[in-house]
């Protein structure tokens, strides 16, 4: 079958780092893509990684090891605004994007 | 740019009872996809159009879900009877195109949060 995993939940302080990592069993494979989704809100797009190595949006970062088949979103310098669910979604051969079941970040002051 | 429609945000229905969902993609987006999300969850996708043709429904419950996209622009999702577990938010997102593309980002709508009593 098809599978992503992602731990359930993160908890970081504001102003520090995390990481949310990703790791992937699909048939096919073109990308990996993450999202963020706060409650109530719909998922907005992040960032896409087809290649091995890191993208880096401000202060996103997404990595990808296709080899390793694993992936992970770095968030730095937290804010409370990022409160929010993470998703990694994948997307397959045959049109299909398959998301995982989402990473629940909590930031603390 | 306006963002993709939805409608309506809310609805509270009893099993067994029918329901309509409606949703307006972003101009010139050919791909549109309808996702189910039960609370705590990732989005599940339950069929992908592309411009209006069905490409992937294969986890849409075809027993009791049915949608359509005409001209290939708007798109509605039914489902009757419903279910207490049909109880979700249902969300529209497009894209501009589909296979083959790198980024291919996918654009949401605020989705509809159904009720199954």
């Known amino acids: 079958g098809q599978s992503l995993e992602q731990p359930s939940e993160v908890t970081a302080v504001e102003g520090a780092i995390v990481q949310i990592n990703c790791t992937y069993q699909t048939s096919g494979f073109y990308g990996l893509s993450w999202y963020q989704q706060h409650d109530g809100g719909a998922p907005t797009f992040l960032s896409y990684n087809a290649l091995d190595g890191l993208e880096e949006t401000g202060r996103f970062s997404s990595f990808l090891s296709r080899s390793d088949s694993y992936g992970y979103l770095l968030l730095q310098e937290l804010q409370m605004k990022d409160s929010a669910s993470y998703f990694c979604?994948?997307?397959?051969?045959?049109?299909?994007?398959?998301f995982g079941a989402g990473t629940r970040l909590f930031v603390k002051a | 740019e306006a963002g993709v429609a939805q409608s309506p945000r809310y609805k509270i229905i009893e099993k067994r009872q029918s329901v309509a969902f409606w949703c307006n993609p972003i101009s010139g987006h050919a791909t549109l996809y309808w996702y189910q999300q039960i609370l705590g969850q990732g989005p599940k996708l339950l069929i992908q159009f592309q411009n209006n043709g069905v490409v992937d429904d294969s986890q849409l419950p075809k027993d009791r879900f049915s949608a359509e996209r005409l001209k290939g622009v708007d798109s509605t999702l039914k489902i009757q009877p419903a279910k207490l577990e049909d109880s979700a938010v249902y969300l529209c997102?497009?894209?501009?195109?589909?296979?083959?593309?790198?980024?291919?980002?996918?654009?949401f709508g605020p989705g509809t949060r159904l009720t199954v009593l």
């Open positions: 979604a994948v997307r397959t051969g045959g049109f299909k994007t398959i």
């Open positions: 997102a497009s894209s501009l195109v589909g296979e083959g593309l790198a980024g291919d980002t996918q654009y």
